[in-house]
């Protein structure tokens, strides 16, 4: 392999893992518990992957659009150890999660080891899912090793952080390692986790498995997804006023596998839609390869592009792809009506196919339900999204010299990628928008929702100066006026500063 492969790194030292926290009570906890549970023994190694907060580019990374994240120090650890008997044992530190054992039936005849019952909600679902992408990148050749393994997660769950990401991440390097793998590329990690999140039904992006692997100390990260996965790591501006992200959690649950079908899946069908039709009314084809199997926004703008400008696919240059999606935004203003949406009669009409076939082509891989599809607003956020990164990504990268200027313009395409959220992408909820409402107005430049929303965290871009003011008023006049009698260790939970932090590794240290 060339020598710039950049690989999952082994550390043997906890400080080279955590910059603001000392884990190290939780790490010795951790070990006892592993002890206890698998009958005195110690783990071989660990793997460990982190969640993410979102910046900016909300619900594009399915469309292919370059999104904004930094991966955060919450992580989920694993800790290994092989086994003779062929079984995956699965404790857990937090109790509510029931230790969990299966025997992987499959045998060496290169077939799937495990099935995933997607109709049994079990955290170890999730394992299964990095298992079996972990086992087909290795040829499916031989059964897994069996592996006693004992999870440990600080990244709250159904929150938008990504908790799922930074597990499923965690548990195919596991499976890798365990099996002999030492070396593995991360850009290898994150392609398997990508699709891994399918078994489950969830037809997402590729934003939180890159940011959970690729994540960098310090550094936020530039990921985009075409012509090829890449992640680019950037420092924020140095000012006087180091610049803060607050993430809040409304503490609104938001379960994205079982509300998928009118949310998140049906996003991501609505958008697939939207950009057939639009192929349609410009007579281009355009490649079939979004999650369900379908064309997305990005490969109608392509081949519009190359249509009717000759040009070649866009390689990421910024000011180019500023020009492109503006028109883009300007087609979606032209071709959909901005009312009431389209029933699934009037979809097939505007695509010139019958209902069965939109059926067939749309809603046949994952079940979704509707009455009208959101057309209009859903492409329109889309495409105006992804221009909003662009726009942040030029603001950070050449920043005018002023902060204060800077501080108001980042906030402000945060706010507006908020409105956008709720109001076109309607992926919001009115305790998201309170949180967000608040924090402005108590010295948050922006404020939205991260993640795929519906509940879960909000991202806040604060001065660290004001950061103590944010948080009382969000104590004050959220929490204690939703929650009255929350606990302080909850309002601890609820209200956190992560710094940027290192991505997936395995962790070789006693
Ligand atoms: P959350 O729900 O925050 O993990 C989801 C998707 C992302 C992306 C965002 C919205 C998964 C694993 N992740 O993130 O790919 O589409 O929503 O921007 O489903
Ligand atoms: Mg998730």
Same mark, same amino acid.
């Given at each position: 392999m060339s020598a710039e492969v950049d690989f999952v790194p082994e550390v043997s030292s906890l400080s080279e893992v955590y910059a603001s926290s000392d884990q190290s009570v939780r790490y010795t906890k951790l070990f006892d518990q592993f002890a206890d549970y698998y009958n005195g023994r110690s783990p071989e190694f660990i793997s460990r992957s982190p969640g993410r907060v979102n910046l900016i580019g909300e619900h594009i990374d399915y469309c292919y659009f370059s999104v904004l994240p930094m991966a955060i120090e919450q992580d989920v650890v694993m800790l290994v150890s092989q086994n003779d008997l062929g079984t995956i044992n699965l404790v857990n530190s @937090?109790?509510?999660?029931e230790p969990e054992s299966f025997v992987?039936?499959?045998?060496?005849?290169?077939? @799937?080891v495990v099935s995933i019952d997607r109709t049994v909600t079990t955290w170890a679902n999730y394992f299964k899912c990095g298992l079996l992408v972990a086992h087909q990148y290795l040829g499916n050749k031989r059964r897994p090793v069996g592996m006693d393994v004992l999870v440990d997660g600080t990244v709250p769950p159904a929150a938008g952080l990504s908790s799922s990401a930074a597990f499923i991440c965690a548990a195919a390097l596991a499976t890798l390692r365990a099996n002999g793998v030492t070396k593995v590329s991360k850009e290898e990690l994150a392609r398997m986790a990508i699709v891994s999140e399918r078994h489950l039904g969830v037809y997402s992006g590729g934003m939180d498995q890159s940011a959970s692997v690729f994540g960098k100390r310090d550094h936020a990260l530039y990921v985009q997804f075409q012509p090829k996965l890449k992640c680019t790591p950037f420092k924020f501006p140095d000012t006087d006023r180091p610049l803060t992200f607050l993430i809040a959690n409304s503490l609104v649950t938001a379960n994205k596998h079982e509300t998928a079908p009118v949310n998140y899946n049906l996003r991501v069908v609505e958008v697939s839609i939207a950009a057939e039709i639009l192929a349609h009314k410009y007579s281009v084809v355009i490649p079939q390869d979004s999650g369900i199997g379908t064309g997305t926004l990005r490969g109608f703008m392509e081949a519009y592009y190359k249509e009717y400008e000759g040009a070649l696919l866009w390689d990421g240059e910024v000011a180019e792809g500023r020009t492109r999606l503006e028109k883009m935004a300007a087609l979606v203003r032209s071709v959909f009506v901005q009312t009431e949406g389209y029933t699934a009669v009037e979809a097939a009409t505007e695509l010139g196919i019958t209902v069965d076939e939109l059926h067939e082509r749309f809603l046949s891989k994952t079940p979704v339900r509707f009455e009208k599809l959101q057309l209009y607003g859903r492409a329109l956020h889309v495409y105006e999204e992804a221009l909003r990164v662009l726009r942040y990504l030029t603001l950070l990268l050449d920043p005018c010299v002023d902060p204060e200027g800077l501080f108001h313009e980042l906030g402000e395409l945060m706010n507006q990628s908020h409105e956008s959220l709720r109001?076109?992408?309607?992926?919001?909820c009115p305790e998201l928008d309170e949180v967000c409402a608040i924090a402005r107005s108590s010295g948050s430049y922006g404020s939205r929702v991260t993640g795929a929303g519906f509940g879960g965290c909000s991202v806040h871009l604060v001065a660290s100066d004001r950061v103590q003011e944010v948080k009382n008023a969000l104590i004050d006049n959220y929490y204690r006026v939703r929650f009255p009698g929350i606990s302080d260790s909850a309002l601890e939970d609820a209200l956190v500063i992560s710094k940027p932090g290192i991505g997936s590794l395995v962790y070789t240290g006693g």
């Open positions: @937090d109790a509510k999660f992987m039936p499959g045998t060496d005849n290169g077939q @799937d109001g076109l992408y309607n992926c919001s």
